[in-house]
């Protein structure tokens, strides 16, 4: 069995505790998470994690499982690469001095379709988008330029498919009550 890299994503209720629950499932397979990011999804009131794992097949589909079981959990899927569109954000700061007596990079920053977000007297903050490899490659060429800061945000990602696949269980889930309460009330 070979191990890739998953990005798994769960849909929520915005719960005190929940993010626990869900690492600790991972934990207990002995799964390392490598990112994990939580916001908003376009539903409101729903929340969404992405988590990236490496695994094989079986036990990714095995913890997806066990993690719906959870009470607050909508529904949870699991992705390969190749079926989802990702970023990462990263952020990079370097001393001003750096960046107004060299130009190499300013054709850094042109090179990897990367941003300036703010300049002051001592440091200069660039932002870049992208695959970790990309935004990892930025910050090497960084370092003899003295990088005072670097972060990496987690994985964000949206899937390739044409429709929204908690929309539509979210639709079968809303068909079967209205089914339930018309049955109930006859």
Not at 24 to 53: D, W
Not at 73 to 89: G, S
Not at 110 to 122: L, M
């Amino acid at each position: 069995m070979e191990n890739i890299l998953y990005t798994v994503t769960v849909y929520t209720e915005n719960m005190v505790g929940l993010l626990n629950q869900i690492t600790i499932i991972f934990n207990r397979r002995h799964i390392n998470i490598e990112s994990l990011t939580v916001s908003q999804s376009a539903i409101p009131g729903i929340h969404k994690f992405t988590i990236t794992v490496e695994s094989y097949e079986e036990q990714i589909s095995k913890v997806v499982s066990q993690i719906e079981k959870r009470v607050d959990v909508l529904k949870a899927f699991y992705f390969t690469d190749k079926d989802v569109i990702f970023q990462e954000v990263a952020l990079y700061k370097i001393p001003t001095e750096a960046l107004f007596d060299n130009t190499e990079i300013e054709s850094l920053v042109r090179r990897y379709n990367a941003r300036i977000v703010e300049v002051n007297r001592n440091y200069a903050v660039i932002e870049m988008a992208g695959h970790t490899e990309e935004t990892q490659q930025l910050f090497d060429d960084l370092k003899k330029y003295r990088v005072l800061q670097f972060v990496r945000s987690g994985r964000i990602a949206v899937t390739r498919s044409s429709v929204e696949r908690l929309s539509d269980f979210l639709s079968v889930m809303e068909a079967r009550e209205s089914k339930i309460k018309r049955e109930c009330c006859q």
